[in-house]
């Protein structure tokens, strides 16, 4: 049974130079800043991580409660413009995750396009309205922090 590509994509203006939003967003350990606390995300992998295509990275996380692993390979990197992260093992029959940065009036707009597709038994797509939301939920958190982290300067 095939089952269904779902894609989640966001964007948000930082009023900041795409050089120093794509600076943060290379440092892995930012990720865990950006992500919310109940997840207790962690990097295993050794810090800092040398970023590039072919990197790979581990993580510790829960999801409703379930602790698991997951790792991901930078599978496209382009200073300053865009980076790929695809999920190589974890919950995800498919995760692609493209982070694409842009000059726009008042600073950089970031995009963020997630391809993904749920795992088979037991969740499926029978889990899908709650996998949405709860992916939702996580980019809505990440953009309040981005908001925090790098909005305007004091």
Do not use: K
Not at 55 to 68: E, H, K, Q, T
Not at 115 to 128: D, W
């Amino acid at each position: 049974m095939l089952r269904r590509e779902h894609i989640l994509t966001t964007q948000i203006l930082i009023p900041r130079p795409r050089e120093e939003v794509f600076e943060f967003f290379a440092a892995a350990e930012n990720l865990q800043r950006i992500t919310p606390p109940e997840l207790g995300f962690e990097i295993t992998t050794a810090l800092p991580i040398s970023m590039g295509a072919g990197a790979l990275i581990d993580y510790r996380l829960r999801l409703l409660g379930v602790p698991f692993r997951w790792r991901t390979r930078i599978a496209r990197w382009e200073p300053g413009n865009a980076f790929v992260d695809e999920q190589i093992s974890g919950p995800y029959a498919l995760w692609v995750h493209t982070h694409t940065f842009r000059d726009a009036q008042g600073g950089t707009l970031v995009r963020d396009e997630v391809r993904y597709r749920l795992p088979g038994f037991p969740f499926g797509e029978v889990a899908y309205p709650l996998v949405r939301l709860q992916v939702g939920r996580i980019f809505d958190y990440r953009a309040r922090r981005l908001r925090e982290l790098l909005g305007p300067r004091a």
